[in-house]
C-alpha cells in the first residue's frame, strides 16, 4: 500500500491540533502525492466548508480550482477515490468505502438497509452492520462456525429444529416495495424437507417473503430447487440449491411487474414476471433466518428448519441489477 501525504487547511484556531504531516493509506495515484483535506471554520472567512466548524462539505474553488466532485473534502486531482468520502472505511483496509471492491467496503457501498455479519463468538446479540438497522437474536444458535473465507470469517450454524433460528423483531427500514436478498448459506442434507432460508412476515400476511428449498426430482435424483414467495404468491424455480457446500443465493423482485429473478453464485438462474404484482409489502415486521413463519415471529415447522450454515445477509431497498449482484459474489470470497 502507497503512503501519501495529507495536508489539512484550517483556520488559527485550530492550528493547535495540527501536529504535521499524517500519513494516509489510498488506492489511486502516484507514491508521494499529496491529498489536501480542507477542515472547515463555517464558512465565515470563505476558506472552509460551510455548516460548521467540523463540515468537510468539499473544497472551495479557491483554494481547489479543479473541485471536489464528490463534496468529501479532498481534490479531485488528488482524490483516492472520485466516487465517494475518502474518510469511509468500513473493513480498515486503506481503501475508501466507496472505491473497495473487497469486503464489508464494498456491500456497503451498495447501500443495504440491513446487513447481519453474524460473526459474533458468543451472546445472543446479532449485531447490525448499518447504522440505521436494528439487531438480531440468536436462539438456539451455534456461534463462531467457519464462514464462507478462510481468513478467520465466522458464521451462524442452525440445527434444524424449531427453536433453533435467528430473529430481527422488528425489522428497521423494511423495503415496501422493490427488494433485494442476498445471502451465503451452506445445507446440510435435506432429504425430502423443506428447509427455509430467510423469511419475513407482517401481521397482515406471515408470507411476505420467504427464501426455501423445496424438494424436486431430476430424473432418478432427489434435488432442492429455489422456492421464492412474495405476498404470499409462490414461485418454485427450477435454480438448484446443492447441499454440502456454500451457495451465494440472492433474489430480487419489482414491484410494479412482479419481475422476480433468482441468482447462484453470482449468475442468474431463473426469472419470471407477473409475481404478487403491484403488491405492497408492510414494513415493521419480522425477519427471520433459518424457519418459515406460520405467524409473525413463530409458527415454526421442523420440515421447514434449516440445518446448516448462513453467512452475509444483506437486504436492499431496490432490484440490484446482475452485475451488482455478482459484486456481492466476489466482494465476499475475495482477498
Not at 471554520?41 to 464528490?70: I, K, T, V, Y
Not at 446479532?126 to 478467520?152: F, K, M, Q
Not at 435424483?221 to 451457495?247: N, P, Y
Not at 412482479?258 to 414494513?283: C, F, H, K, R
Request: proline share 3%; with cysteine.
Amino acid at each position: 500500500m502507497r503512503s501519501r501525504t495529507l495536508r489539512i487547511f484550517a483556520p488559527v484556531a485550530g492550528a493547535a491540533l495540527l501536529a504535521g504531516g499524517l500519513a494516509l493509506s489510498g488506492c489511486a495515484g502516484d507514491e508521494g502525492d499529496e491529498y489536501r483535506l480542507f477542515h472547515g471554520d463555517g464558512g465565515a472567512d470563505g476558506n472552509g466548508a460551510a455548516g460548521g466548524a467540523d463540515s468537510l462539505a468539499g473544497a472551495n474553488a479557491e483554494d481547489c480550482p479543479d473541485g471536489d466532485s464528490d463534496g468529501d473534502g479532498v481534490c479531485d486531482s488528488d482524490d483516492a477515490c472520485a466516487e465517494g468520502d475518502d474518510s469511509q472505511d468500513a473493513d480498515s483496509d486503506g481503501i475508501p468505502d466507496a472505491c473497495d471492491a473487497c469486503g464489508v467496503g464494498a456491500l456497503l457501498a451498495l447501500g443495504p438497509v440491513a446487513f447481519y455479519r453474524f460473526g459474533e463468538t458468543s451472546g445472543t446479540v446479532a449485531t447490525s452492520s448499518v447504522a440505521t438497522g436494528a439487531d438480531g437474536t440468536y436462539v438456539g444458535a451455534t456461534l463462531g462456525a467457519v464462514g464462507i473465507s478462510e481468513d478467520g470469517d465466522r458464521a451462524v450454524s442452525l440445527a434444524g429444529t424449531v427453536d433453533s433460528y435467528v430473529i430481527v423483531d422488528p425489522v428497521a427500514e423494511f423495503p415496501t416495495g422493490d427488494f433485494t436478498v442476498a445471502l451465503w448459506v451452506n445445507l446440510a442434507a435435506a432429504g425430502f424437507r423443506q428447509p427455509t432460508v430467510f423469511s419475513y412476515a407482517s401481521q397482515a400476511e406471515a408470507n411476505e417473503i420467504v427464501i426455501a428449498a423445496t424438494p424436486t426430482y431430476a430424473g432418478s435424483f432427489l434435488d432442492h430447487a429455489l422456492q421464492l414467495t412474495v405476498g404470499g404468491q409462490v414461485w418454485e424455480s427450477d435454480a438448484e440449491i446443492a447441499g454440502g457446500r456454500w451457495l451465494h443465493v440472492a433474489a430480487t423482485w419489482v414491484e410494479s411487474s412482479g419481475l422476480a429473478t433468482v441468482y447462484i453464485d453470482g449468475t442468474e438462474q431463473a426469472a419470471t414476471n407477473g409475481l404478487a404484482a403491484g403488491a405492497s409489502l408492510p414494513g415493521g415486521g419480522i425477519m427471520v433466518v433459518g424457519q418459515d413463519q406460520d405467524s409473525p415471529g413463530g409458527g415454526f415447522q421442523s420440515d421447514q428448519s434449516l440445518q446448516g450454515s448462513v453467512d452475509e445477509v444483506l437486504v436492499f431497498d431496490r432490484q440490484l441489477s446482475g452485475s451488482e449482484v455478482a459484486e456481492i459474489y466476489s466482494a465476499t470470497i475475495c482477498d
